[in-house]
């Protein structure tokens, strides 16, 4: 229930920027951010005009105050063309997750939340196969992962599964 309040209220309200804990730039929003496990921070950063038809998304993974290790797609261009989103609703909680491919890997970036859990972080396949598993450190995160990302930002669902791994 929190997680569907906080999506709404993230929904009538332009994204937060946060400063110094993503590498999403003043003029750019945070759409999802946390530092995880291994020390390194995951961001996705969108336009101030991010919307069905407008605006760009990027993926950018590294330590801050550095240049990011990746970013994702290398240009700014809307995301419907380069990622997908899923949202499967569990009778105890919820889980959003956005993916894109790069090359032979498929990143997932994902959240959820229920009755006595709660999960975020990154998970790279190749495959079909995961290869690793960064979970975010306790709940020091930004986030816009909502159950309506095809209405908000014009995304495909994402026809592939993901299981969370720990």
Known sequence: MRFILLAAALLSAPMAHAAGRS???????????????????????????????????????????QKPELEYPAALEHPASHFRFKTVAYS?????????RSGAFRYVVFSGEGRGWEHAGVQVERSGRRLTTIDCRGRQRDAIMTPNLDEAWGLDVDDHDFEYRF
Do not use: M, P
Not at 94 to 100: A, D, H, L, M, N
């Open 92 to 100: 105890g909680g919820i889980e959003t997750w956005i993916s894109f």
């Open 23 to 65: 590498h999403c730039r003043g003029d750019e929003t945070v759409a999802f951010s946390c530092l995880l496990s291994n020390g390194k921070t995951l961001s996705l950063c969108g336009s101030r005009d991010l919307g069905r038809l407008d605006g760009t998304l990027q993926y950018r993974f590294g330590k801050l105050g």
